[in-house]
Nanobody
């Protein structure tokens, strides 16, 4: 079992930056692959970024095409935390951002139905 708590959302102007954090409970954080997803009003939840479990050698980091070059996912296993650094924000990035965790595995990291644990979400609003 792992519990996830997101923070760092807020209101920012277009072109600005935010850093989201997701703190996880438990002592096996390094064994979980972590993902960020987002859901805008009236739209389905979509993949943003994912980072493999630290114990998985050779695993890849994934980004949605819409955020490549602007967003960076990282993890600090000593702090049981995964981050999403978001730069050059656009109004279309406005959404509730969710952190998700799954036990190990390296395939299907972009698919929300492969994650078993979810945070409550944090709102990101980008004004034009």
């Amino acid at each position: 079992q792992v519990q996830l708590v997101e923070s760092g959302g807020g209101l920012v102007q277009a072109g600005g930056s935010l850093r989201l954090s997701c703190a996880a409970s438990g002592r096996t954080f390094g064994s979980y692959a972590m993902g960020w997803f987002r859901q805008a009003p009236g739209k389905e939840r979509e993949f943003v970024a994912a980072i493999p479990a630290i114990t998985r050698s050779g695993g890849s980091i994934y980004y949605a095409d819409s955020v490549k070059g602007r967003f960076t996912i990282s993890r600090d296993n000593a702090k049981n935390t995964v981050y999403l650094q978001m730069n050059s924000l656009k109004p279309e990035d406005t959404a509730v951002y969710y952190c998700a965790a799954r036990w190990m595995g390296a395939s299907g990291l972009t698919l929300s139905n492969t994650y078993g644990y979810w945070g409550q979400g944090t709102q990101v609003t980008v004004s034009s």
